[in-house]
C-alpha cells in the first residue's frame, strides 16, 4: 500500500496521505473464505497477541488536547506533536521507523502496521502494545479503519473486507480481485472509514470491481451487524462528512453525490475533486482540484451551503484538516520531465485558516492524521 499511495498522489504534489502497507501489485490470486480471514487474525474475546510498542513518549498525553501525527521539516522522524497552541507546539512521542501508516484510536491510543503485515494498537504510556490482526499480501491489502470510539475496528485482507467487534473477525464480503492495470491518480482511490456517528462503514474504490451488490465496489454496511444497506458502481473519492453522517462522493465526470440513511442518494454539484478531507465538525470538506498552469489547487466544499472556494494561490494539494479551521497541505510545481508532466513537490508545506482566509509556512513536513476526528456541532 506505500507504493499504492505514492501512485495514488501522483499530480496531487507533496501532500500523500499515509496509508496502508502492503505490495503494489494488485492481487491476482484467488480470493479468502467469505468466512474466514486468509490469514489468521486475533479477535474480540480472544487472548490477542502482545508486542513491544513502537511508539515511545516523553511526557503525559493531556487530556482533550488537538494532536496530530506526522513529521517536522527537516527530520524523518514520525511524531505525535500536541498543537493545541499552535505558536508552541510540541513532540510528545515518537515512532519507530517499523511503525507504518500510523494513526489515532483515541486521544491516547494509536495503531500503525508492521512490515508483517499485522495491525497493532498501542497505548501511548505503555511499552507493550496489541496485535489485533493480519493479513496477506495484495493490492489495498491492509488498510484499515477505526470507528470514532475505538471500539471496532475494519480493514481489508487481500479482497476480503473485514469487521473486528465485540462479535469476533468476520469477512462482510469477499469482492472481485483487482487486475494489474495503471492507476489514474485524479480518478482512482480506495476510501474505508466509519461514518462520524460509528452507525456505518463505507468502502469506495476502483479496483476491485465487477461485481454488483454484496460485491459491488462501492458499499456502505452497517457497524453494528455488517448489514449491506447502499451499493453503487462506477464511483469515487468518497469522504464523510456532518452528524447525523452522510457520504459524499462524485463519478469520473465531477458529479458530486450525497448519500444518507434517511433519503438516500441526492446529487449536490459538479466538482471533480481529489482526495476529499472533513473538518472534525464536519461542516467543510477540503480537496485537491486541477488548476492551470501545470499544478493543482486546493478548494473548500461547505457542505450547509453546498458551494465551494479556493485558497490561493495555485500551487497546491493534499489538504488534510488539524482542526475545525486550521488545514495542512504542501506546495508543489510545474514539472514536464515528470511522469505523465504531474507536479512535484516544492518542500514548503502550509496551514491555512478557513476563518482568516490566511496561509502561513508549516513546521509540519507530513500529516497522517489528527486527533480529535469528530467534534460538534453536529449538523
Known sequence: MALLAGLLTVGCGGGATPTAHTTAAPSTSSAPSATASATPSPVAGSTPASAASAVHCSVAIPAGDNLVIGTIVGDPTVVVRDIQDPANARNLCTFDNNALAPQFVNGTTVAYET????????????????????????????????????????YLDRDAWHLVNAAGNRVLTTLPAAPGRGIAATQDDSFLAFSPDGQYIAYFQTFHVGGSGETAPDQVRRAADGGLVYSTSAATMAVWASVPSRLFFRDSTGNVK???????????????????????????????????????????YSVQANSVSNTTPPGRSGARFLSNDLVFYAGEKACSTCFGGQPTPTGVTYIYSIAGASEITSRLATVSDAWPRVTAPAL
Do not use: E
Open 115 to 154: 512490515p508483517a503485515n499485522q495491525i497493532i494498537r498501542a497505548n501511548l504510556s505503555s511499552p507493550t502494545a496489541t496485535v489485533l490482526a493480519s493479513y496477506g499480501t495484495g493490492f489495498d491489502s491492509g488498510q484499515y479503519a477505526f470507528s470514532p470510539d475505538g471500539s471496532a475496528l475494519t
Open 258 to 300: 450525497r448519500w444518507d440513511a434517511a433519503g438516500g442518494v441526492s446529487s449536490m454539484t459538479t466538482l471533480s475533486w481529489v482526495r476529499p478531507k472533513a473538518s472534525p465538525d464536519g461542516r467543510w470538506i477540503a480537496y485537491t482540484f486541477t488548476a492551470s498552469g501545470g499544478v493543482n489547487g486546493v478548494g473548500f
